[in-house]
C-alpha cells in the first residue's frame, strides 16, 4: 500500500484524536499520558473556547516540560471558573494574584527557580484579553522588555466576559458589548480602536510571538511545545470564541473560531524575535458575513436596518490581513 | 563593624546580611540609594545568589516580590509614597496571601501637591492592608529591624514594612554598627515556607474564597499580627543577646518615672523630642516620651501600660487623617480609653516642614498647662491660610490652591532655621 497523507480536515471536524497517526505523531490531548492540567468538573459555560485553549495550551506545556510547569493566572473567567476553594480544577501549582500583574508574579517566580537553581521549572503566565491588553499590558510590556524567562497566553475572546461582556481593547469594531451598546448611527464598537497584542509583542523583540485558534487544536498544541523549546519572553494569543459574550451557539465554538481564521480577521501565524516567520494559510476564504452572522454581538449590522457600510469596513480589515500575512497561496487567491 | 556610613547604604548592607533571593527595584526618591546599593552588591556577586530585576513600576515591584514569595524565595523591595500607592493592590495582595515579603518604605508626603519629602502619610495610608509596619528612630534600628522583619515575617508568613523617614534617616550619614555575616547567620534561619508553588506537590495559591470562608481568612490575618505582638519583644531580647544592643521592641519609654506629661510619637523625630524633653527635664519638668516602634500590630496593652501613670499625652504625628485629626493618635486614645487622661493630638512635620525644638518647647508646656486644642498643626501659617479661604469665598476660579499659597508666601527657602 503506497503512502497516503493523512488530511485532517477531510473529516470535517479537524479532529485530534487521530488514532490513525503513529503515536509519536499524535497530539498531547490525544495520548494516556496527558496531564490533565485543569481537570473535568469546573463551572466554564457550555461551548467555553477559553476552557478548551487553557486545558490544551497547559496540558502541552506540561507535556514539553516533562511535568515541570508553575502556572501564574490573572483575575478573569478563567481564574473564576477554575478554582473556588476547595474545588480547584489545577493540576499544577497555580497561583492567582490580581488582575493586571499576572506576568509579574510569573517574573517573580521565574527569578526564584533561576536562584534555587531549579532551572528545569518552566512558567507560564496567562490571562484574557482584559488582563492581557488593558490593565495587565504595563506588566506584560516589562516582562517581554526584560526578556524574563516567562510564556505568556492570552486567551482572547474579544471582551470583558467575566464581568459582564464589557468591551476591551481586543474588542473588534462595531461589536455589541455592554459598554457599546448597538444603539446609534455607529452602532457597537468603533472602528480605528483597539491594540493588536501579538505585533505589539512582537515590536519586543521577543524570541517568539504566535497566535493560534481552538478550530487548530494540534496548531496550538504545537506553538505551545515549540514556545516551551525556547527560553525568554514568549507569547501566544490564543482566539477562544464565547458563547454566552458573542451570543453564538454553544456547539458552534469551533465553528466560529475557524470563520475567523478563514477569513482571514484573525490571522494565524508565528514570528521569531520581531519577524513573521509562518502564517497558516487560509483553506477555503469566506466573507466575513460568514463569520459575522451567526453572532449576535453582530446582528445589528444584519437583519432589518442593515449597516453593509460597516461590514464593508470590516471585509476591508480582513483583506488586509490577508495581503500584509500572505494568508492566501497565490493559487487560491 | 562601626561605619560612618548612609542610612540607605547601611540598610542595603542589612538587607544584604539577610541573604534575599530576589530584589524587585523600581526608582522612587527617597528609597533609591538602597536598591542602587542592592543592585551594586548583586551585580558585583557580593551578594550571590540574587536575582535583581528592575521592574517597570511599584506594582510590579510587589507582583514580583509576591511570585517570587510564592516560588520560596526570600522577597525584598523598597518604597515610598506615590510608589506605595501605585503598588497598594499588590500590597494587600501579598498579605492576604500570606506572604513574607520585607520592604523598606523611606517614609515620604504623598501628593497633590506632589512633595517628595518626609512625612508618614504613605505608609499610614497602608495601616489596614495586614501588612506589620515597624518605625526605626535612627538609622542603627534601621538596620536591626530589618534584620528582625525578616525573622518575624518568615515566622509568621506575614509581611512587613520597615519605615524608616525619609532623607532625615536614608540620606543622613551616622555611625551605624554593621552586623558580621556570622550573627545574622545565627539569628536568622532559612526561609521554610509555609506554602509553595512545587511541581512536586501541586497546590492552587490566591483562589476564589466566598462569604463562607472569607471572614476566618481575615480574622487569621489579625490573629498573626496578635501572635506578632507577643514575638516582637522576644525577637528583640534575641537580638540583644546575637548582636549586645537593644534594637526593636514594641514600644520604648524615656523618662517617664513621674511624668505627668507624655509625648508620643514614631520615627526620627523622637531624637528632637528627646532632647527637647531632657531640656525640660533639667528645668524641673515632669515630661517623658513614649516611641511606638510597631504601629502594626498597635501593642494597645503596651502603650496603655506606659500612660496609666501620667495625666496628659500628646500625641506628635506627621501624618493627618483629613476631616479628622491624627492617625496615631486615635489608636493611642483606643489604648487609654476610660483611663480619663487628657488628650491633644499635634500634627507636625507634614511634607518635609521642619520640627524645632523651639516650637515643641512651646508645645509641649502648653500641653502642660492644658491649654492645647483638641488638634493642633504645629507651625501652620495661618495667614496664608486665611487668605486663601478669603480668595476663594471673593471669587468662583480662585485657581490651584498650592500655586496661591506659594505665591503669598514668595521666595521661602530662606525662612526655615
Redesign the interface.
Same mark, same amino acid.
Given at each position: 500500500m503506497g503512502f497516503q497523507p493523512i488530511k485532517f480536515y477531510q473529516t470535517g471536524t479537524y479532529t485530534v484524536g487521530n488514532r490513525l497517526l503513529s503515536p509519536d505523531q499524535r497530539s498531547v490531548q490525544a495520548g494516556e499520558s496527558r496531564s490533565n492540567s485543569i481537570n473535568s468538573g469546573h463551572r466554564a459555560c457550555q461551548g467555553c473556547g477559553e476552557a478548551l485553549g487553557a486545558r490544551y495550551a497547559i496540558d502541552a506545556a506540561m507535556a514539553e516540560s516533562h511535568?515541570?510547569? +508553575?502556572a501564574?493566572n490573572a483575575t478573569g473567567c478563567l481564574?473564576?471558573f477554575s478554582?473556588?476553594?476547595p474545588e480547584?480544577s489545577?493540576? !499544577?501549582?497555580? +497561583?492567582?494574584?490580581?488582575f493586571?500583574?499576572a506576568p509579574?508574579? $510569573?517574573?517573580? +517566580? $521565574? $527569578?526564584?527557580? #533561576?536562584? #534555587?537553581?531549579k532551572t528545569e !521549572?518552566r512558567v507560564v503566565a496567562q490571562g484574557g484579553d482584559g488582563g492581557t491588553t488593558d490593565i495587565g499590558f %504595563?506588566?506584560l510590556? %516589562?516582562m517581554f522588555?526584560?526578556n524574563d524567562d516567562v510564556l505568556y497566553i492570552c486567551y482572547d475572546n474579544e471582551a470583558y466576559m467575566n464581568t459582564g461582556v464589557q468591551r476591551s481593547s481586543a474588542t473588534p469594531p462595531s461589536a455589541r458589548t455592554a459598554t457599546t451598546m448597538p444603539v446609534g448611527p455607529e452602532p457597537g464598537n468603533a472602528f480605528g480602536q483597539g491594540k493588536n497584542m501579538p505585533e505589539i509583542a512582537m515590536a519586543h523583540g521577543i524570541p517568539y510571538v504566535s497566535t493560534a485558534t481552538v478550530a487548530d487544536l494540534r496548531d496550538l498544541e504545537y506553538k505551545v511545545r515549540r514556545a516551551m523549546k525556547m527560553h525568554g519572553a514568549r507569547y501566544i494569543h490564543i482566539f477562544v470564541p464565547c458563547p454566552l459574550g458573542w451570543g453564538t451557539a454553544s456547539n458552534d465554538t469551533i465553528r466560529i473560531a475557524r470563520l475567523a481564521k478563514e477569513s482571514g480577521l484573525f490571522p494565524v501565524f508565528e514570528a521569531e524575535h520581531g519577524e513573521v516567520t509562518s502564517v497558516l494559510k487560509i483553506r477555503r476564504k469566506v466573507q466575513v458575513e460568514e463569520y459575522l452572522m451567526p453572532q449576535k454581538r453582530f446582528a445589528h449590522l444584519f437583519g432589518t436596518r442593515p449597516h453593509p457600510e460597516m461590514v464593508a469596513r470590516i471585509q476591508d480589515i480582513a483583506d488586509r490581513n490577508i495581503r500584509k500575512y500572505g494568508l492566501l497561496d497565490k493559487e487560491a487567491a | 563593624m562601626l561605619k560612618q556610613i548612609e542610612g540607605s547604604r547601611a540598610v542595603a548592607e542589612a538587607v544584604a546580611l539577610c541573604r534575599p533571593e530576589v530584589i524587585c527595584a523600581y526608582p522612587i526618591s527617597p528609597q533609591t540609594h538602597i536598591v542602587e546599593a542592592l543592585g551594586e552588591m548583586v551585580k558585583s556577586k557580593r551578594l550571590s545568589p540574587c536575582e535583581y530585576i528592575n521592574v517597570e513600576s511599584e506594582f510590579a515591584a510587589m507582583s514580583v516580590s509576591i511570585g517570587a514569595s510564592a516560588a520560596g524565595a526570600r522577597a525584598y523591595t523598597a518604597t515610598a509614597s506615590q510608589g506605595l500607592l501605585f503598588m497598594t493592590e499588590a500590597v494587600y495582595n501579598a498579605s492576604g496571601l500570606g506572604l513574607p515579603i520585607v520592604m523598606t518604605v523611606a517614609n515620604r508626603a504623598i501628593g497633590a501637591p506632589i512633595n517628595i519629602w518626609n512625612d508618614h502619610s504613605d505608609s499610614l495610608s497602608q495601616r489596614d492592608s495586614g501588612w506589620m509596619q515597624l518605625f526605626a528612630e535612627n538609622n542603627q534600628e534601621a538596620v536591626d529591624l530589618h534584620i528582625q522583619a525578616f525573622r518575624l515575617a518568615e515566622e509568621l508568613s506575614m509581611p512587613i514594612m520597615v519605615c524608616m523617614d525619609g532623607y532625615i534617616l536614608t540620606h543622613a550619614f551616622e555611625r551605624v554598627d554593621i552586623p558580621a555575616q556570622e550573627q545574622v547567620d545565627a539569628y536568622l534561619p532559612l526561609f521554610e515556607p509555609r506554602q509553595v508553588l512545587d511541581p512536586s506537590e501541586p497546590i492552587s495559591i490566591g483562589a476564589m474564597v466566598g462569604p463562607e470562608a472569607f471572614m476566618e481568612v481575615k480574622y487569621l490575618a489579625h490573629a498573626k499580627q496578635m501572635q506578632a505582638i507577643e514575638r516582637i519583644p522576644q525577637l528583640a531580647a534575641e537580638f540583644r543577646n546575637t548582636f549586645g544592643r537593644d534594637s526593636g521592641g514594641l514600644i520604648r519609654t524615656y523618662c517617664t518615672e513621674d511624668a505627668e506629661t507624655m509625648i508620643i510619637a514614631m520615627g526620627s523625630v523622637l531624637g528632637t523630642i528627646k532632647d527637647t524633653v531632657d531640656e525640660m527635664r533639667n528645668e524641673g519638668h515632669r515630661i517623658g516620651v513614649l516611641s511606638i516602634i510597631s504601629y502594626r500590630p498597635f501593642p494597645l496593652e503596651q502603650v496603655k501600660s506606659a500612660l496609666l501613670h501620667c495625666k496628659r499625652f500628646l500625641v506628635l504625628e506627621k501624618s493627618l487623617a483629613v476631616g479628622m485629626g491624627g492617625i496615631v493618635a486615635t489608636d493611642v486614645r483606643m489604648a487609654v480609653t476610660g483611663a480619663g487622661l487628657k488628650g491633644y493630638t499635634a500634627v507636625a512635620g507634614l511634607g518635609g516642614r521642619p520640627i524645632f525644638k523651639s516650637q515643641l518647647h512651646q508645645l509641649f508646656r502648653q500641653a502642660e498647662r492644658d491649654e492645647l486644642p483638641p488638634v493642633t498643626f504645629l507651625d501652620l501659617d495661618w495667614e496664608a491660610v486665611n487668605k486663601q479661604l478669603a480668595r476663594e469665598k471673593q471669587t468662583r476660579r480662585s485657581g490651584p490652591v498650592a500655586e496661591n499659597i506659594l505665591h503669598d508666601k514668595g521666595i521661602v527657602s530662606a525662612k526655615f532655621g
Open positions: 511535568g515541570q510547569l +508553575i501564574v481564574e473564576v478554582t473556588p476553594y480547584s489545577w493540576q !499544577v501549582p497555580w +497561583i492567582h494574584s490580581v493586571g500583574n509579574a508574579v $510569573a517574573t517573580g +517566580i $521565574a $527569578a526564584a527557580m #533561576k536562584v #534555587k537553581g !521549572v %504595563g506588566c510590556s %516589562g522588555e526584560r | -
